[in-house]
């Protein structure tokens, strides 16, 4: 018995919350006492950096380098997964909440009929039934929920759980799926992608802007600190809305939901429907010139000044601890 | 041309989550219910295409009968009819399933919903739903344009967007901007009053999970406040205390 985690890359790398899932793998085989922990990727990407699962705790990744997966093709993905799950005799599959996880995880719950939980925050108790807090009403609280199930699907939140970087090394196989034309209906024909910035829903720091910021024109502020700080830079709803930044930058209730270590909100007033995309964070600081805006009471650190003074100091003053 | 909108019935996004029973019930004391702000972009862009292509809207909820005035206001929006699965909707399975033997009954050509509901925030039942119907299940929907038989479409991902081309039929979560919400007028709110409302009973009872008890996050400590003159301050206390940098 083992557990199968589905990694995903992009751009050549493994992505580091997959990689944060293969650790939450290897934590839950410790845990329950399940046997090996399998990773698996599809689509071509070099095997250098499929041995990083090997460091995250895998101790063998299989890997189909068929071209026509590389895209995320949904429907194939499920399919190829799906087939791996059976073949290698596991009980449980661990991913990463994602884009394409969620949608190939929903599949995969029919065809293995596993019961699926998303948003899982931290690992099973497994002492009396089968028990993950997952968090729900977008991060405004938490469900303890039980699956019945004997196969499951956990899709695992960022920072569930610490990444492992010395697990070992990972043996890779490579394999040959046949996956049926029907899996192919869906045709990506492009995409249309930020290239070498850090991605808003896997970065550590991100610092976001909201109507404080005045206008597009001055964003560049916002981008200089997030380059001094290796952050994502978002955005509010408003933001977004008026067209200032794109629509995949915007963060909240119905945005992009981060998690990350520390939160940078720049002029941003903190709307219940912003915090609620940001309420995962670990630490907040809010910058902002009206000392009665709501997102100080959502903060740990606070400076109530206007944005286009203090953002160029604390740029300053980080290079400055370099 | 037959189409789907399958909606949630969710407290507003300004609510304060709060339960009862011992943390085992939401409490929905003082709570307004909304139509999920994804379903309502799903809704929205329904209702764009029923004008455009001459098609029929029918919206589907599984719920108690407390979800009817959501449903109204669906109708009021612009669907034809509405269904309501007589059940609690106790998890994303037997929601999917719900709406999978619906779905098999009346060949629905375009099922549309939200890409999550705001309160479980699952993403879960549009891909159970293909895949239980065996056919093309794609999320998270930010455009939707329906050509002939084939239907282009832009989906998110991590920092940017993806175009997929697919035939009918198929099923999308949606979410903004694939269309502006619309708000009902008075001659859409009458003529919901007298639209059909069909209630029928779940078919399968099964689930695969089950929530046991509901936990708040611990409240917040208060804010540290720094000097705008003394930055240096903040750089401190993010290198030192919440070590971070």
């Known amino acids: 018995m083992s557990i199968l985690v589905y990694i995903e890359h992009a751009e050549g790398a493994v992505k580091k919350t997959s990689l944060e899932a293969v650790s939450y793998g290897k934590a839950l085989a410790e845990k329950t006492g399940a046997g090996e922990v399998i990773a698996v990727a599809l689509g071509a990407i070099e095997e250098s950096e499929l041995k990083k699962a090997g460091s995250a705790g895998a101790s063998k990744v299989i890997h189909d380098s068929n071209e026509k997966l590389t895209a995320g093709v949904i429907q194939a993905h499920a399919d190829a997964i799906s087939q791996v799950y059976s073949q290698v005799g596991a009980h449980t599959l661990v991913l990463a909440k994602s884009s394409l996880g969620d949608a190939v995880a929903a599949r995969l719950a029919i065809k293995l009929n596993a019961g699926l939980v998303s948003n899982v925050m931290d690992l099973p108790d497994t002492s009396d039934v089968y028990k993950v807090k997952r968090s729900i009403y977008t991060g405004k609280a938490f469900a303890e929920t039980v699956i019945n199930t004997e196969h499951k699907i956990l899709a695992v939140k960022k920072n569930a759980v610490d990444l492992l970087t010395d697990g070992g090394d990972a043996s890779i196989e490579s394999v040959s799926l046949t996956i049926g034309d029907s899996n192919f209906a869906t045709n990506i024909t492009s995409t249309d992608k930020a290239t070498g910035d850090i991605l808003l829903p896997e970065a550590d720091i991100v610092v976001s802007g909201g109507r404080g910021m005045k206008g597009p024109e001055n964003w560049g502020m916002l981008e200089d600190l997030a380059k001094e700080l290796g952050a994502a830079t978002g955005c509010s709803k408003p933001v977004s809305d008026i067209g200032w930044r794109p629509h995949h930058e915007h963060v909240g209730q119905t945005g992009v939901k981060v998690a990350p270590t520390l939160y940078v909100a720049v002029g941003i007033s903190g709307a219940i429907q912003h915090l609620a995309g940001v309420n995962s964070s670990k630490y907040i600081v809010v910058i902002n010139k009206d000392p009665e805006a709501p997102f100080f009471k959502a903060a740990d650190y606070g400076i109530v000044g206007d944005a286009f003074e203090v953002i160029p100091k604390l740029t300053e003053a980080l290079k400055a601890i370099k | ?245």
């Open chain 2, 1 to 245: 041309m037959k189409i789907l909108v399958c909606i949630t019935h969710v407290p507003d996004t300004t609510s304060k989550i709060q339960f009862t029973d011992n943390n085992t019930k939401f409490d929905k004391n003082g709570v307004q219910f909304i139509i999920g702000p994804y379903d309502d972009y799903a809704l929205a862009r329904a209702v764009e295409l029923k004008e455009q292509l001459s098609a029929t809207l029918t919206v589907l909820n599984v719920g108690e009968a407390e979800t009817e005035p959501t449903l109204r206001k669906a109708l009021a929006i612009g669907a034809d009819d509405a269904i309501r699965v007589n059940s609690f909707p106790k998890d994303s399975l037997f929601v999917a399933k719900q709406i999978a033997a619906i779905a098999k009954e009346n060949n629905y050509d375009l099922i549309l919903m939200g890409r999550e509901s705001i309160d479980f925030n699952g993403g879960m039942v549009h891909g159970m739903v293909g895949e239980l119907l065996g056919i093309p299940s794609i999320s998270p929907v930010m455009k939707l344009e329906i050509d002939g038989n084939t239907v282009k479409m832009a989906r998110e991902i991590e920092g940017g967007k993806e175009y997929l081309e697919a035939s009918l039929p198929l099923i999308a979560g949606c979410q903004e901007p694939i269309a502006e919400w619309k708000i009902p007028n008075m001659r859409g709110i009458m003529s919901a009053r007298t639209k059909p409302l069909n209630v029928i009973e779940p078919v399968d009872e099964s689930t695969a999970t089950e929530v046991l008890q509901f936990q708040l996050p611990p409240a917040k400590g208060a804010v540290k406040l720094v000097d705008k003159d003394n930055v240096e301050e903040l750089v401190k206390l993010l290198k030192n205390d919440a070590k971070v940098l």
